[in-house]
């Protein structure tokens, strides 16, 4: 089944280190979207890629960095300059079209907490 | 500064009635507003991408309405069951050069016996 994995489910983080947190798509979509969500907030949108090796800062990249070395793996590493950075993390996907019609598909997210 | 606001914030309906969830938004210029059924621990899934010439749009038991003159649009659910229980978050995106999209905070549905 086409679909998009995200892994681990849940991490944990402690002080001054560094996390990476999985997205690999199979849908052959060629946009990838990282967001955060927080209880009573809207999702918020932390980095997105149209094409391989290309990505543009979100609303929230501070303390954040991508990579897009291939179609299919968009990872997310959470650095220790990202102060809270206890969140559910979802990434997602897309076609990319003129229209800007096409859905985005999500993963089922990681769970981020600090010890 | 765009924004999508929801109401109710969380309802509780008995299993086979039916509800619906309001979205008002101040997202200009429009291009299109979305439904998604998100449930607990998982990620959103798509339900209904409207544009600005759809009115109503329906997936199922699900019936989703836009009136882009007054900025609203509502989700109705038709005979609910309790795989319904869910966050159902309203999106809507621009037309911006930097075209994005604008998250509503969801309305929490439960369907009970």
């Known amino acids: 089944d086409g679909g998009i994995t995200q892994s681990p489910k849940y991490l944990f983080r402690k002080e001054g280190q560094n996390v990476t947190l999985s997205c690999e798509q199979n849908?052959?979509?060629?946009?990838m979207y990282w967001y955060r969500q927080d209880p009573g907030q809207g999702l918020r949108l932390i980095y997105y890629s149209q094409i391989v090796n290309d990505f543009q800062k979100g609303d929230i990249a501070e303390g954040y960095s991508v990579s897009r070395e291939k179609k299919e793996s968009f990872p997310l590493t959470v650095t220790s300059a990202q102060k809270n950075p206890t969140a559910f993390y979802l990434c997602?996907?897309?076609?990319?079209?003129?229209?800007?019609?096409?859905?985005?598909?999500f993963g089922d997210g990681t769970r981020l907490s600090i010890l | 500064k765009n924004q999508v606001e929801q109401s109710p914030q969380s309802l509780i309906i008995l299993e086979g009635k039916n509800c619906t969830l309001q979205?008002?938004?101040?997202?200009?210029?429009?291009?299109?507003l979305r439904w998604y059924k998100q449930d607990t621990g998982r990620g959103p899934v798509s339900l209904t991408i409207m544009t600005f010439s759809e009115n109503t749009k329906s997936n199922g038991r699900y019936t989703a309405t836009l009136d882009a003159d007054t900025k609203q649009s509502s989700l109705h659910i038709t005979a609910s069951q309790l795989s319904d229980s869910a966050s159902y978050i309203c999106v809507v995106r621009d037309t911006g050069t930097a075209s994005k999209l604008t998250f509503g905070t969801g309305t929490r549905l439960q369907v009970t016996l």
């Open positions: 979205c008002n938004y101040t997202v200009s210029p429009f291009s299109n």
């Open positions: 849908l052959n979509h060629d946009a």
């Open positions: 997602a996907s897309s076609m990319f079209e003129g229209t800007g019609n096409q859905p985005q598909h």
